[in-house]
């Protein structure tokens, strides 16, 4: 798998992004964000930090593909969440994904 892949397979598979939201995310434009997840443009290492500061992800993961995918820190929750998550079937990540992302909602008031 090269970055490019890496990065859709990060925006569809495990954060379930529209190429909007994400690129929004990143501050770029979501045609930008198809250009490079189709290889027609580079991926650049700006782009490469803004996903990795936006997201918490490893800009090694993204490079090369070694694992994690996700920055690792010392609190003890994140760790356990991470593991739990991990040891998920695709169904079920899918489905805690949607319940995080309706939690962001309601605590922002969006609901």
Not at 33 to 38: D, H, S
Not at 47 to 64: K, L, R
Request: hydrophobic share 30%; charged share 30%.
């Amino acid at each position: 798998m090269e970055p490019q892949d890496r990065i859709k397979y990060l925006r569809k598979k495990i954060l379930n992004m529209s190429q909007e939201k994400f690129a929004n995310e990143i501050h770029i434009s979501r045609s930008n964000l198809g250009n490079i997840e189709t290889s027609k443009i580079g991926l650049t290492n700006r782009v490469i930090a803004d996903i990795c500061h936006a997201f918490h992800v490893n800009s090694t993961w993204i490079t090369s593909g070694q694992e994690p995918i996700f920055e690792r820190n010392d609190d003890g929750q994140d760790k356990e969440i991470l593991d739990i998550y991990s040891r998920l079937s695709e169904t079920n990540k899918k489905y805690l994904v949607g319940y995080i992302h309706r939690l962001l909602e309601e605590q922002n008031g969006n609901i």
